[in-house]
T-cell receptor, first 112, second 114 residues
Framework: GESVGLHLPTLSVQEGDNSIINCAYS??????FIWYKQESGKGPQFIID?????DKRQGQRVTVLLNKTVKHLSLQIAATQPGDSAVYFC???????????FGGGTRLMVKP | EPEVTQTPSHQVTQMGQEVILRCVPI?????FYWYRQILGQKVEFLVS????????KSEIFDDQFSVERPDGSNFTLKIRSTKLEDSAMYFC????????????FGEGSRLTVL
């Protein structure tokens, strides 16, 4: 079946370095993608989104890149901080936009 | 800042018992969702709800599950006869409309079935 998945289950970075979290999706009909951050014991928290008519979108310290040719999504976090430690999920919007499908998650660990 | 609230935060129940998880979505939102997350796994879609009816549901959302919005405020998930494998975090989410893509999630209700 179609799915959204992640390449790396755990990413460990040094505080201050940049982080890149990757995601592959398989549903070519998906037109909207979101990155969520989930801290331990909490619900997913919206970070940034991107529509399929764009290939890059920037937020505060975060950038999402979308490569539709290879169905790849990435989240870049600049100057990673200890507070960025969490599990990051990509999600795709499909089926006329009513349902989000989540990928498997990547745990980001920031070393001081 | 408006938020989605969920109760209870944690419920322990015996297998075969009925459970109701409650959610208060953000007040002006039109789309409501339930997701679940088994410990250490990804967030899985259960059901979406719009205009007082289910709009989409997953294979997980079988006859043991039901949702309703009885009073225009609360959005509930009922599991009629819980099984061990229903143990998970259940997240409620709401969305203003389909043009505003972001889903706002609650903090979750942890269900433990013994």
């Amino acid at each position: 079946g179609e799915s959204v998945g992640l390449h790396l289950p755990t990413l460990s970075v040094q505080e201050g370095d940049n982080s890149i979290i990757n995601c592959a999706y398989s549903n070519s009909a998906s037109d909207y993608f979101i990155w969520y951050k989930q801290e331990s014991g909490k619900g997913p928290q919206f970070i940034i989104d991107i529509r399929s008519n764009m290939d890059k979108r920037q937020g505060q310290r975060v950038t999402v890149l979308l490569n539709k040719t290879v169905k790849h999504l990435s989240l870049q976090i600049a100057a990673t901080q200890p507070g960025d430690s969490a599990v990051y999920f990509c999600a795709e919007n499909n089926n006329a936009g009513n349902m989000l499908t989540f990928g498997g998650g990547t745990r980001l660990m920031v070393k001081p | 800042e408006p938020e989605v609230t969920q109760t209870p935060s944690h419920q322990v129940t015996q297998m075969g018992q009925e459970v109701i998880l409650r959610c208060v979505p953000i007040s002006n939102h039109l789309y409501f969702y339930w997701y679940r997350q088994i410990l250490g796994q990804k967030v899985e879609f259960l059901v979406s709800f719009y205009n007082n009816e289910i709009s989409e549901k997953s294979e997980i959302f079988d006859d043991q599950f039901s949702v309703e919005r009885p009073d225009g405020s609360n959005f509930t998930l009922k599991i009629r006869s819980t099984k061990l494998e229903d143990s998970a975090m259940y997240f409620c989410a709401s969305r203003l409309d389909l043009n505003t893509g972001e889903l706002f999630f609650g903090e979750g209700s942890r269900l433990t079935v013994l």
